[in-house]
């Protein structure tokens, strides 16, 4: 009974299913190319540094293979989901983190923060100006002259030309 | 010996530093779990990076202090606007929320607030009553034993996370895949480093965990739309310390759901939601003639859910420091805040750490009896945090996010690092994987590596060594039955 279910759910696999399971095709697709890698590690026993990544590979395919066929119902369809605001919020991440290294991390996050706070409908000026210059200097302080975090410096490192504070680390 | 570590731990965790730190994680807690969606594990994720330069104790002290204000001010929206701040207070609804109608909102969080107290203070006492036995059991542990804790852990959290126990095992898995990038702790070899220095190391996990919990969260929230989910308390919610009648009526329940949260919160996965469900189940059954009925307002099933929780984030601990099991995705979190400063969790931290441990212990007391204070002196404020608008606070966040992989190694690698795992989780939970798995994976894998390859090469490659350990062979019948009861459950269906 149970080998029929089974032959049942691999009957039911068709092009849909792969395509409404993106994320365990993926999963599977990235197993197999880590298991094709792994063969390739010098070999050193049966218990050689390719025995885990195998190992868990094949789980990684077993179970989103099964979840696949088990058509499991607490999958969301995402063409409910308003992907619109993630995205930008993306973008705006990854602008700041490229941009760090030549802004630095006072200033890029002081245009991140403000445009992040504008995209969030805050429209009040004194507001956007406060929290966008106080909360980047105060992390700036706490991280880059307390904590004494290197923080990625700006081109032209006008942090630089920010205040000292008396060093209070390793409390 | 004990009371000396006792004595010693107390003096440390009551230096000025150590109090100040406990306070403001607290009160940092309270102000996160106050809001709904903000949890716990988020909270700490992303404030994990401010501990990376204080010592391992008064970093301890901080992540804490968030930990149990956090668990313990989720009950406040639920009670008042029938919405948990954390996941933790879904069960302090069905009795809040009713008094909260009835135009007694103010006991009820007087109520939670005292529960929460008893639940934390009891769990706190079983940690360090139980822990040092765990751990002096498990000095006898040898690798099959440890392997098979770590499939253990793993299959359980996969189980009881999400809906799904095929995705849930999916996010363990991938978690420990991830955690095989660098250099192989064995043989030396790079493992998919491509020639990457910044990869040698491995991936750093907290970069991943803050983009899981912090960047992924962030994404969640923007997609629903922060502009309007917005809600308004107007309600008064200052008043007396509770009355006697309700101290009696809650005490006995309290204590019940102190030990039982404990003991829930000990075993892997199960956090501190299963632990208030239960507990508050347990109640309704212990006390058949409640009046008014659970559900319709009663105060007990208020002190029953949230002691329960609270107990829960004692006994994470348990497996957390005398195994390196984590409890719930906090404790895993709060694992790699050890190992960020060379301390490894499990057995051994018993005879390397045991001042660090009772510091960590005699803190999380403290903690707790400063969440009494500030629970009954506050609550007319705390309530007020409810209506801080989530539009300022989680572009903050995303800002600390990234501050938080950067201070890691003050490299912009794990910043990519944690936004490429924040993608990975928006788009898991999109499509319904549980994230906590993933994370316990990552934890767990390089325990599991070690453990497997070890006994293996002991056994010349046979695997009876692990039916010949009976430990060993129990903890993998459980993992095995964890994962297929399930699914034989769904072919019967």
């Known amino acids: 009974m149970v080998r029929q279910r089974i032959a049942d759910a691999i009957g039911r696999v068709s092009v849909g299913t792969l395509v409404s399971n993106p994320l365990s095709v993926g999963f599977i697709l990235v197993s197999l190319a880590v298991i094709a890698a792994a063969s390739t590690f010098p070999d050193d026993g049966l218990f050689g540094p390719s025995l885990f990544p195998i190992v868990t590979s094949a789980g990684i395919i077993v179970f989103a293979a099964v979840d696949m066929l088990n058509g499991s119902g607490s999958e969301l369809e995402v063409s409910d989901v308003d992907v619109g605001p993630p995205a930008v919020v993306f973008g705006l991440l990854v602008a700041y983190i490229v941009a760090m290294p030549v802004l630095g991390f006072w200033i890029g996050s002081m245009l991140f923060l403000g445009a992040l706070l504008y995209y969030s409908e805050i429209r009040s000026r004194p507001l956007l100006l406060a929290l966008s210059i106080g909360v980047p200097t105060l992390l700036f302080y706490i991280f880059g002259r307390i904590f004494l975090v290197r923080l990625p410096e700006a081109i032209v490192p006008v942090s630089r030309l920010l205040p000292q504070v008396p060093l209070v680390v390793g409390i | ?493």
């Open chain 2, 1 to 493: 010996m004990t009371v000396q570590y006792v004595v010693q731990g107390a003096l440390n965790a009551m230096e000025p530093i150590s109090v100040g730190l406990m306070v403001l994680g607290i009160l940092l807690g309270i102000l996160m779990g106050s809001i709904p969606g903000m949890t716990a594990t988020m909270t700490i994720a992303v404030l994990l990076s401010f501990t990376f330069t204080l010592d391992p104790a008064n970093g301890m002290m901080l992540l804490l202090g968030i930990y149990g204000g956090a668990v313990y001010a989720g009950s406040i929206p639920a009670i008042l606007i029938r919405t948990p701040g954390t996941p933790s207070a879904a069960a302090t609804i069905f009795d809040g929320y009713p008094l909260s109608q009835q135009g007694d909102a103010g006991r009820a969080i007087r109520v939670a607030t005292v529960a929460s107290f008893v639940g934390g203070f009891i769990s706190v006492l079983a940690l360090m009553f139980f822990s040092p036995i765990i751990a002096d059991a498990a000095q006898n542990f040898r690798s099959p034993e440890f392997f098979a804790l770590a499939v253990f852990g793993l299959t359980i959290i996969a189980s009881v996370s999400g809906d799904s126990v095929t995705k849930g095992m999916v996010s363990g898995l991938l978690g420990m895949l991830v955690a095989t990038v660098g250099i192989d702790p064995i043989t030396g070899y790079h493992r998919f480093t491509f020639d990457l220095p910044a990869l040698l190391t491995g991936v750093e996990f907290i970069a991943v965990m803050i983009g899981l919990f912090g960047i992924a969260e962030g994404f969640r929230k923007y997609a629903q739309g922060i502009e309007s989910d917005r809600e308004r308390v107007d309600q008064d919610v200052s008043g007396p310390l509770p009355s006697l009648s309700d101290l009696k009526a809650i005490l006995p329940v309290s204590a019940g759901g102190g030990v039982l949260g404990s003991l829930i919160g000990s075993i892997p996965g199960a956090g501190g939601d299963i632990a208030a469900f239960i507990t508050y189940n347990e109640a309704t059954r212990w006390i058949s003639d409640a009046v008014p009925a659970f559900g319709e307002g009663n105060v007990r099933g208020v002190a029953a859910a949230e002691s329960g929780n609270n107990a829960s984030t004692g006994g994470a601990l348990i497996p957390t420091l005398t195994l390196g099991i984590p409890g719930d995705s906090v404790s895993a979190i709060l694992i790699g805040a050890l190992l960020v400063h060379d301390v490894n969790p499990g057995p051994g931290l018993y005879q390397d750490e045991p001042e660090l441990l009772y510091t960590i212990f005699v803190g999380f007391l403290l903690i707790y009896v400063f969440i009494l204070v500030f629970g009954l002196l506050g609550a007319g404020y705390w309530a007020r945090l409810i209506n801080i608008p989530k539009q300022f606070l989680w572009p903050i966040i995303l800002l600390l996010c990234v501050i938080g992989a950067i201070a890691l190694r003050g490299n912009l690698f794990d910043a990519w690092i944690m936004l490429g795992s924040g993608v990975l989780g928006y788009a898991m939970r999109l499509r319904g994987y549980p994230l906590a798995p993933m994370v316990l994976g990552l934890i767990l894998a390089p325990i599991a590596e070690e453990n497997l390859r070890r006994s293996l090469e002991l056994s010349n490659g046979s695997p009876d060594i692990f039916l010949t350990s009976p430990i060993a062979l129990v903890i993998l019948l459980l993992s095995v039955g964890t994962v297929l009861l399930p699914a034989v459950r769904a072919v019967r269906e």
